[in-house]
């Protein structure tokens, strides 16, 4: 029996369960170091690779979409994402800055383009890795379309109306420091997306990635969605939360939000 007839005839929950047990997230760790000892790390310089190649393909329409290296024949929009992000532009006379923080090269930015080139002005500024940067510079920074190596740099170049933070707090071995420098930015508006979430306490996982996509593993957090919203709020109101598109082989909930400074 082939793979696609399996993924025809089974539930998805149950291909969940079944792709989990070889891959996904495991473990609850007591800190992000053990987690770090055990996990396996990853190849930067192979991500960078693959990542390059298929939004090299999206760049030049050979491709519809990419999300962390995987091509897609459609794009799959995170619609309240960009809901939000028209939103910002009307309130600001068709003018948006957005700081992309860990946006690859510009994956989102791509994901979204046929609206944003119909606002007037879009500066989309992705600060990464360095090795991300200095790809972005050479083969994808356009006239709207950026990147920097620093929040600093871009924050000094543009003034950034809403901060995008996609799939990157759970990747950080300190998230609440992270956010802590993020509440200091003079940006009105803050968007989070693509973030896992769990009943109970924050919980440190390892990630085992599906070879299909590259080789790793590497330190996962899920956090506690009422301490979560409760650090940001002293700074920041909600104005809605929705539900993203990522799943996971643990009982969690992939989340985002759209925030205003209070």
């Known amino acids: 029996m082939n793979k696609k007839l399996l993924h025809d005839i089974l539930p998805p929950a149950l291909i969940r369960f079944l792709t989990g047990i070889f891959y996904g997230w495991h473990g609850n760790y007591s800190s992000w170091n053990e987690a770090k000892e055990k996990a396996t790390g990853y190849d930067s310089k192979q991500i960078l690779e693959k990542v390059t190649a298929s939004a090299l393909k999206v760049r030049d329409g050979e491709a519809a979409y990419e999300r962390d290296s995987v091509i897609f024949d459609s794009v799959q929009y995170s619609f309240p994402l960009l809901s939000g992000l028209m939103w910002i532009s009307a309130l600001n006379n068709g003018k948006l800055n957005v700081l992309d923080f860990g946006g690859s090269l510009g994956s989102t930015y791509h994901q979204n383009k046929i609206f944003l080139d119909t606002l007037s002005v879009v500066n989309w500024c992705v ?77 440190i996982t390892i990630q085992k990635v599906n070879p299909k996509i590259y080789r790793g593993s590497y330190p996962c957090w899920f956090f506690s969605e009422p301490e979560f919203v409760k650090y940001i709020s002293g700074s920041y109101k909600m104005i809605t939360e929705f539900s993203s598109l990522d799943r996971a082989n643990i009982n969690s909930e992939f989340k985002g939000y759209i925030f205003e400074k209070a």
Request: charged share 30%; net charge negative; proline share 5%.
């Open 127 to 203: 600060v990464e890795q360095p090795e991300f940067v200095s790809t972005g510079i050479e083969k994808f920074s356009n006239d709207r379309l950026h990147f920097f190596y620093s929040i600093e740099e871009c924050m000094k170049k543009y003034e950034i109306n809403v901060i995008i933070l996609s799939s990157v707090l759970q990747y950080l071995e300190e998230p609440y420091k992270f956010l802590e420098i993020i509440k200091t930015l003079p940006c009105k508006y803050l968007i989070i997306d693509r973030t896992p979430f769990i009943k109970g306490k924050d919980r």
